[in-house]
């Protein structure tokens, strides 16, 4: 058959009526399905979102728990480990006597007021190179002296006590810092040297210690934040009266002691000790002088230093004069902070 008698196929007709979408509008029921849809996928967002940021709060928390626990645990062992090196620091800057020197006080265990004081024979009194020992611990007062080379500086065992003190004070609302702490043999000496050109030795002895025979020396002691007897009434002041013994401190010079220690009451000067021996001093209701059996005079001193200057300055002045003698206490002597005219312990 030939291509010319094929008929042409037929025209198919469209399936889809095409007329014009401009203008449909689609039905409520179609647009509430549409929000439903949209909602649903806003939400779906959402808990995902929820999830995420839960997931990664969870993480978080984890991770600094971590880290807190490490952090305790490492200030946990490092607190014990500085316990320990604080004690043994004590124990070797307080219990150096050489063993082949040990010496008797005779006059050990005198108590002027008649109090309870533990015979010297029950403590064991140690010297060497100049310094003296009392069952260990390093004694300096009007009976015992410190050689004048001796310069050890601050004590690290009593600085960091301190410093510990300090900061657990601050925590009660309680400022506490070192008004004055290591003092050296010359630098006594100039203070007392002074005292004595300016009043007379008998009344620079009220005020200051002489050379040698102040606790500063020993780099264990400090004047706490104000050496004026109105310390004794501020909230700071009875803060250190309770809770200095938890830290190896004691009071050095306390109230009602005055004759023993042969100085004025002093709230602001502490003496470190370590806190095994603070706490029994403390305990005994002593003072360090009573609680060791030990006196505290120039007359029972063996070597005490002597001032060979004039006083010129003191010529003329009235001992009793207020414009100086109001400054220091009465006549068992002031304190040994710079200031004020206290430079005594």
């Not at 029921?29 to 779906?44: D, H, P």
């Not at 620091?89 to 265990?109: I, Y």
């Not at 310390?231 to 002041?237: G, K, M, N, P, S």
């Not at 209701?285 to 001193?301: K, M, N, R, V």
Request: charged share 30%; proline share 3%.
């Amino acid at each position: 058959m030939e291509l010319k008698d094929q008929k042409p196929p037929k025209e198919l007709e469209p399936i889809i009526d095409y007329e014009d979408c401009t203008d449909y509008v689609p039905s409520s029921v179609q647009l509430e399905y549409e929000e439903n849809i949209r909602r649903r996928m806003k939400a779906r967002r959402r808990a995902a979102e929820r999830r995420r940021v839960n997931r990664n709060r969870t993480i978080a928390l984890i991770l600094l728990l971590i880290i807190i626990f490490v952090i305790v645990r490492s200030c946990t062992k490092g607190s014990g480990e500085n316990d320990k090196e604080k004690d043994q620091t004590s124990s070797v800057s307080q219990s150096e006597p050489d063993k082949h020197n040990d010496v008797r006080d005779s006059s050990a265990g005198k108590d002027k007021n008649g109090g309870s004081v533990r015979s010297a024979e029950e403590h064991k009194i140690e010297q060497s190179n100049g310094m003296t020992f009392v069952d260990g611990i390093l004694i300096v007062n009007k009976t015992y002296s410190l050689p004048a080379d001796y310069d050890p500086g601050v004590s690290a065992a009593a600085q960091n006590a301190f410093d510990e003190m300090s900061s657990d004070a601050m925590n009660d609302g309680i400022y506490l810092f070192v008004n004055s702490g290591y003092r050296s043999y010359a630098e006594q000496v100039e203070l007392y040297d002074g005292y004595a050109y300016e009043r007379g030795v008998d009344e620079a002895d009220k005020v200051s210690s002489r050379p040698g025979h102040s606790e500063h020396q020993t780099g264990l002691t400090f004047d706490v934040n104000s050496t004026e007897f109105s310390f004794e009434d501020t909230a700071e002041a009875k803060w250190l009266a309770a809770h200095c013994s938890d830290y190896g401190f004691i009071i050095r010079y306390p109230k009602g002691k005055e004759d023993i220690t042969g100085y004025a009451y002093e709230p602001w000067h502490i003496r470190y000790l370590g806190v095994e021996n603070a706490k029994a001093v403390e305990e005994s209701g002593l003072c360090l002088e009573e609680y060791l059996g030990i006196t505290s005079d120039y007359a029972d001193a063996e070597n005490t230093y002597s001032y060979d200057g004039d006083t010129t300055g003191a010529e003329g002045q009235d001992p009793d004069n207020s414009a100086y003698s109001s400054d220091y206490g009465d006549e068992n002597g002031g304190n040994d902070g710079y200031g004020y005219g206290y430079v005594n312990g």
